[in-house]
């Protein structure tokens, strides 16, 4: 099965360190990506607008030394990716779904996560059912995440 996390990673020590974060951008600013290949050749890429908001939160949270995650929106996801992503344990992630604090639906004797975005009427809905049912940290971080894109 393919997971449904597109990519999960964190800054080791010395990379956290060496980089340094994006300058905020205003608008009009436009955030390039240098590729220097191994052959020598180089390449420059534009990042469309909204995708360099997120980069700049992405690389934030990683020099702050978080791991980060980067998921499909309209995937559904396994308790093991949930429970990797809350930071808790799957069997918590299992006991919090039974309880229907974490939505999900079966697929044939496997559990899966629904898309959030489907089953909450808002992100505000959600980030305050999160905290209501003691994710606390978690519903701080979505919220601070929001606000940094909505800038």
Same mark, same amino acid.
């Given at each position: 099965?393919d997971?449904?996390?597109?990519? %999960?990673?964190?800054?080791?020590?010395?990379?956290?360190?060496?980089?340094?974060?994006?300058?905020?951008?205003?608008a009009?600013?436009? &955030?390039? &990506?240098?590729v220097?290949?191994?052959?020598g050749?180089e390449?420059?890429?534009?990042?469309?607008?909204? @995708? @360099?908001a997120a980069?700049?939160?992405? &690389?934030?949270?990683?020099? =702050?030394?978080?791991?980060?995650?980067?998921?499909?929106?309209?995937?559904?996801?396994?308790?093991?990716?949930?429970?990797?992503? &809350?930071?808790?344990? =799957?069997?918590?992630?299992?006991?919090?779904?039974?309880r229907?604090?974490?939505? %999900?639906?079966?697929?044939?004797?496997?559990?899966?996560?629904?898309?959030?975005?489907?089953?909450?009427?808002?992100?505000?809905? %959600?980030?305050? @059912?999160?905290?209501?049912?003691?994710?606390?940290? %978690?519903a701080?971080?979505?919220?601070?995440?929001?606000?940094?894109?909505?800038?």
């Amino acid at each position: 099965m393919d997971s449904q996390i597109v990519h %999960f990673a964190g800054l080791s020590d010395r990379d956290r360190k060496a980089a340094s974060p994006l300058p905020k951008l205003g608008a009009g600013d436009r &955030l390039e &990506l240098h590729v220097r290949h191994e052959g020598g050749k180089e390449q420059t890429l534009s990042i469309p607008p909204s @995708a @360099a908001a997120a980069v700049e939160a992405l &690389l934030a949270h990683m020099l =702050r030394g978080e791991r980060v995650a980067v998921l499909a929106e309209e995937q559904e996801l396994s308790p093991t990716e949930v429970a990797a992503i &809350l930071g808790i344990s =799957r069997p918590l992630v299992v006991i919090r779904m039974a309880r229907g604090d974490l939505p %999900f639906r079966y697929v044939g004797k496997h559990r899966r996560a629904l898309n959030l975005r489907k089953t909450t009427p808002t992100v505000e809905g %959600f980030i305050n @059912a999160l905290q209501q049912n003691g994710l606390k940290r %978690f519903a701080t971080m979505l919220r601070q995440n929001i606000n940094r894109l909505d800038r």
